[in-house]
Nanobody, 117 residues
Framework: QVHLMESGGGLVQAGGSLKLSCAASGVSFQWHVMSWYHQPPGKERELVASVSPPDGRTTYTDSVKGRFTISRDDHETTIYLQMNGLKPQDTGVYYC??????????WGTGTLVTVSS
C-alpha cells in the first residue's frame, strides 16, 4: 500500500526558504517517478519538479529553475523539495506524487506554503 506524507510547509516572507519533505512508503525509487506538484489558490495543480529512476535524473518547470531543488534519500525513502528565493506566486498547496510504470497515480494530502510579500 502506497502512502505519501508531506511536511515542512508554513509561512515565509518573500525571498525566504523552505524545505518540504515527503515520507514515502510502499514505493521504490528504482521504479517510481517521484514529483512535487503545486496548486495555487483557485487554480489547477501543476507539476513543479520530478526525480526519475533509476539514476535520479531531475526535471523542473521553468518558473522554479535555479530556485528549487528536488532530491531523494533512497535509504530513508524520502523526497525533498528545497525552495529558495520564494515568491508570493509560489503560495499554495504542495503535493507529493508517485507513479510507476503501469500503475495509478498516488498522491499525498499536501502541505500549505504561504509566501508573504
Amino acid at each position: 500500500q502506497v502512502h505519501l506524507m508531506e511536511s515542512g510547509g508554513g509561512l515565509v516572507q518573500a525571498g525566504g526558504s523552505l524545505k518540504l519533505s515527503c515520507a514515502a512508503s510502499g514505493v521504490s525509487f528504482q521504479w517510481h517517478v517521484m514529483s512535487w506538484y503545486h496548486q495555487p489558490p483557485g487554480k489547477e495543480r501543476e507539476l513543479v519538479a520530478s526525480v526519475s529512476p533509476p539514476d535520479g535524473r531531475t526535471t523542473y518547470t521553468d518558473s522554479v529553475k535555479g530556485r528549487f531543488t528536488i532530491s531523494r534519500d533512497d535509504h530513508e525513502t524520502t523526497i525533498y523539495l528545497q525552495m529558495n528565493g520564494l515568491k508570493p506566486q509560489d503560495t499554495g498547496v504542495y503535493y507529493c506524487h508517485a507513479k510507476g510504470i503501469g500503475t495509478v497515480d498516488f498522491w499525498g494530502t499536501g502541505t500549505l506554503v504561504t509566501v508573504s510579500s
